[in-house]
């Protein structure tokens, strides 16, 4: 059986570190994009994204970054996206240059989203994006928001979810597809999936009402899901807890989605 065409996977690092990419073009949509790059002690890696405003989150290892002329110092610093601790983020505006210089093995994520120039780059402080816990049971997980909708930017929204093995998440089944005001927003997604232990799986489903998107993926440590349309819960198997990263982006920089109404009872429970 072939590949669900929403799956990417992780390859072996390129000359700059990049194991994954997703692009607009390469994804069929118009504002999501994401790589994701693994650099060594001492590696740089440059970059300006044109017309783009781009999110660099240091998931694990530690970096020192400049962007423009403005060096932001030390950035990161937690030995896993596992850790109970905040990620290093930087917010860089669209067209600006920027650097990353690993001061140690670095796992990096760039999410870009179209963007206005003119804004300032900043580091988002670790007290800006608090562990969260939501949902009750095995519908609970742990969230931090690295970049939400009350923090300036233009079209980027960037959340980080751990779910605990035996967990769902993204549940009861949402989606954010339509454009319809106050009700539901229009915003393309990636995950991108850790495992621990890696050697796990974990399944993610997206479907649409009228089923005509419905597929079902079984997730490794290291890939990513794209998000097009529709709903989109997971599920972590016992015993292995899972970390996603969530890149979102639309016409309106607001994340208000609408559950499926076949489960939406469980809301009311």
Known sequence: M????????????????????????????THVGFRLHRLAPGQSLEGV????????????????????????????????????????AVYVPAGQPYRVVATAAVELAVCTAPGQAGAQARVIAADEMPREVRGQGTNTRHVRNILPEGKPADSLLVVEVITPGGHWSSYPPHKHDTAEAGHETALEETYYHRLNPPQGFAFQRVYTDDRSLDETICVQDGDVVMVPRGYHPVGAPHGYDLYYLNVMAGPERRWIFRNDPAHDWLMRR
């Open 49 to 88: 994204e044109p017309g783009r405003e781009a999110c660099l989150v240091v998931l694990s290892g530690t970096a020192r970054v400049t962007a423009g002329d403005q060096d932001l110092g030390s950035v990161g610093g937690r030995a896993s996206v596992f850790d109970d601790k905040a990620p290093g």
């Open 2 to 29: 072939s590949a669900s065409p929403l799956l990417v996977r992780s390859q072996a690092p390129g000359a700059d570190g990049r194991v994954l990419e997703v692009t607009p073009e390469s994804a069929g949509w």
